[in-house]
C-alpha cells in the first residue's frame, strides 16, 4: 500500500529565503510522485510530477523537487520564496493498483511567507 | 474555458435533506474523481468513475451516490445529510489510459464548500 508523509504541518520563512517542504512516501511499486499547490478558496494546481528519468524535476514557479529512491523522499524547494507562494502544499503518490488513476495525500504544509 | 466546473460553489442545508453536487469537465479525460477535504484541509478520495465506469468506491456512506451520465460529467448526490458531511467536495478530472496509473496530471475543480446545519 501507498502512503505519504508530509514533515510540518506548517512552514513559515521569510521573503526571499529558502523554501524547503519535506515528503516521504512508502510505496511498493516504483512510485509516481507529485507536488500540488492550493491557493485560498481554491482547487489544486499540479507543480511538479516524477514518474521516470531524470529525478530532479522542475516545476512551476520556481519549485522544483529530487526523488532520492534511498531515502524514499521527494523534498520540494524553491531558493527564494515569495510573497504569493503562500498556499497549502500537497505531495502525493500514485497508488499501483490498475486502473484506477489513484492519488494518495499527504497531509498537507502551510507555507507562510512573512516579509 | 474552464477546465474542470463545479456547481454551486456554496451549499447551506439542513440535516436530513438531500443534495447534489455537479462536476462537468472539458478536457477530453477518461477518468473523474471525487474529493473530500476536511476542515483541517486533508484530501481523501471517494469515487472515481473510468469512462462511466465505477473504479474507486472507498469506504463512503451509501448515503453518498455518484453519477456518470457520460465521459465529461460526474455528479455526486448525498441523501439524508449530517453534520460530518460539511466540507468541500472537489471534483477532478484525468487522462489514466491503459497504464492504470496517475501518470498524468488531475485537473481539480475549484471546490463545492458544503455546510450542513
Known amino acids: 500500500a501507498q502512503s505519504v508523509t508530509q514533515l510540518g504541518s506548517h512552514v513559515s520563512v521569510s521573503e526571499g529565503a529558502l523554501v524547503l517542504l519535506r515528503c516521504n512516501y512508502s510505496?511498493?511499486?516504483?512510485?509516481?510522485l507529485f507536488w500540488y499547490v492550493q491557493y485560498p478558496n481554491q482547487g489544486l494546481q499540479l507543480l511538479l510530477k516524477?514518474?521516470?528519468?531524470?529525478?530532479l524535476v522542475k516545476g512551476i514557479n520556481g519549485f522544483e523537487a529530487e526523488f532520492k529512491k534511498s531515502e524514499t523522499s521527494f523534498h520540494l524547494t524553491k531558493p527564494s520564496a515569495h510573497m504569493s507562494d503562500a498556499a497549502e502544499y500537497f505531495c502525493?503518490?500514485?497508488?499501483?493498483?490498475?486502473?484506477?488513476?489513484?492519488?494518495?495525500f499527504g497531509q498537507g504544509t502551510t507555507l507562510q511567507v512573512k516579509p | 474555458d474552464t477546465a474542470v466546473s463545479q456547481t454551486p460553489k456554496y451549499l447551506v442545508t439542513q440535516m436530513g435533506n438531500d443534495k447534489s453536487i455537479k462536476c462537468e469537465q472539458n478536457l477530453g479525460h477518461d477518468t473523474m474523481y471525487w474529493y473530500k477535504q476536511d476542515s483541517k484541509k486533508f484530501l481523501k478520495i471517494m469515487f472515481s468513475y473510468n469512462n462511466k465506469e465505477l473504479i474507486i468506491n472507498e469506504t463512503v456512506p451509501n448515503r453518498f451516490s455518484p453519477k456518470s451520465p457520460d465521459k465529461a460529467h460526474l455528479n455526486l448526490h448525498i441523501n439524508s445529510l449530517e453534520l460530518g458531511d460539511s466540507a468541500v467536495y472537489f471534483c477532478?478530472?484525468?487522462?489514466?489510459?491503459?497504464?492504470?496509473?496517475?501518470?498524468?496530471?488531475?485537473?481539480f475543480g475549484p471546490g463545492t464548500r458544503l455546510t450542513v446545519l
Open positions: 477532478a478530472s484525468s487522462q489514466v489510459g491503459r497504464s492504470g496509473r496517475a501518470s498524468g496530471e488531475q485537473f
Open positions: 502525493a503518490v500514485s497508488a499501483g493498483s490498475s486502473n484506477t488513476g489513484k492519488l494518495i
Open positions: 510505496s511498493s511499486v516504483p512510485p509516481y
Open positions: 516524477y514518474t521516470t528519468g531524470a529525478t
